[in-house]
C-alpha cells in the first residue's frame, strides 16, 4: 500500500517569513494530493491540492509543487502569519474514491 | 454544499459498554464512507471504508468484531464501538465523497471518544 513521509515534524519560523513542509510518497499510482490544516480538535482542513498532472498549483500565499519522478510534493506558505499556526498533513491517494493515506503531520509556529 | 455531519461531537463511556458514532453527508450520496482514528499528536489513519449496501473493509489490524461499521443508506454510515476499553479513547472521523468529477473527500467534525 501507500506510504507517506512528511518532514519536518515541527516548523518554526518568523512572522512574514516562508514556511515549506515536504512530503515524499511510494506509489506511483497516486495522483491526488490534498494537503490539509487541522487546528486542536477540529477537522482537518483542504487548504490546497494538486492533480498528478499538473506540476504546480498555487493559491494566494500557499503553493504546492509536485515531483512525479521523484515522487515529492512540498507545501509553500508565503508570507507566514500567526494564524497560520497549525498542524499540517499531506497526503496521498492512488485512485479517486479510494482512501487517503496521511503524512506524520508538521506543527507550523508562527512567531508573531 | 458537501457537508458531512457526525454524531456525537463527544463521548464519554465506561469501559466495556459500546457507543455507537454516525456520519452522514446531508447534500450529497455517498456510496463510500471512510472511517479514521486519531490519537493525540498523531496522524489519521484509516481503519475502514464502508460501503452502501456490503460490508466494510478494514484495515490490517483494525478488529472488525470489536468496530462494528454499517452503511445502510447513500447518506448515512455508523462506527460502533463494542466493548470498549480505555485503549479505544481516541478522536474518530469519518470522511465522505468524492462526488461529481472531483476527487475531494469531505470530513465530518470528528467524535472525540473517552472510555473511563
Known amino acids: 500500500g501507500e506510504n507517506v513521509e512528511q518532514h519536518p515534524s515541527t516548523l518554526s519560523v518568523q512572522e512574514g517569513d516562508s514556511a515549506v513542509i515536504k512530503c515524499t510518497y511510494s506509489d506511483s499510482a497516486s495522483n491526488y494530493f490534498p494537503w490539509y490544516k487541522q487546528e486542536l480538535g477540529k477537522r482537518p482542513q483542504l487548504i490546497i491540492d494538486?492533480?498528478?498532472?499538473?506540476g504546480e498549483k498555487k493559491d494566494q500565499r500557499i503553493a504546492v509543487t509536485l515531483n512525479k519522478t521523484a515522487k515529492h510534493f512540498s507545501l509553500h506558505i508565503t508570507e507566514t502569519q500567526p494564524e497560520d499556526s497549525a498542524v499540517y498533513f499531506c497526503a496521498a491517494v492512488s485512485s479517486r474514491g479510494r482512501a487517503l493515506t496521511f503524512g506524520s503531520g508538521t506543527r507550523l509556529q508562527v512567531q508573531p | 454544499g458537501a457537508v458531512v455531519s457526525q454524531h456525537p461531537s463527544w463521548v464519554i463511556c465506561k469501559s466495556g459498554t459500546s457507543v455507537k458514532i454516525e456520519c452522514r453527508s446531508l447534500?450529497?450520496?455517498?456510496?463510500?464512507m471512510f472511517w479514521y482514528r486519531q490519537f493525540p499528536k498523531q496522524s489519521l489513519m484509516l481503519m475502514a471504508t464502508?460501503?452502501?449496501?456490503?460490508?466494510?473493509?478494514?484495515e490490517q489490524g483494525v478488529e472488525k468484531d470489536k468496530f462494528l461499521i454499517n452503511h445502510a443508506s447513500l447518506t448515512l454510515s455508523t462506527l460502533t464501538v463494542t466493548s470498549a476499553h480505555p485503549e479505544d479513547s481516541s478522536f474518530y472521523i469519518c470522511?465522505?465523497?468524492?462526488?461529481?468529477?472531483?476527487?475531494?473527500?469531505?470530513f465530518g467534525p470528528g467524535t472525540r471518544l473517552t472510555v473511563t
Open positions: 494538486i492533480r498528478s498532472n499538473v
Open positions: 447534500d450529497f450520496q455517498a456510496t463510500t
Open positions: 464502508s460501503n452502501e449496501g456490503s460490508k466494510a473493509t478494514y
Open positions: 470522511s465522505a465523497g468524492p462526488f461529481n468529477d472531483k476527487y475531494e473527500q469531505y
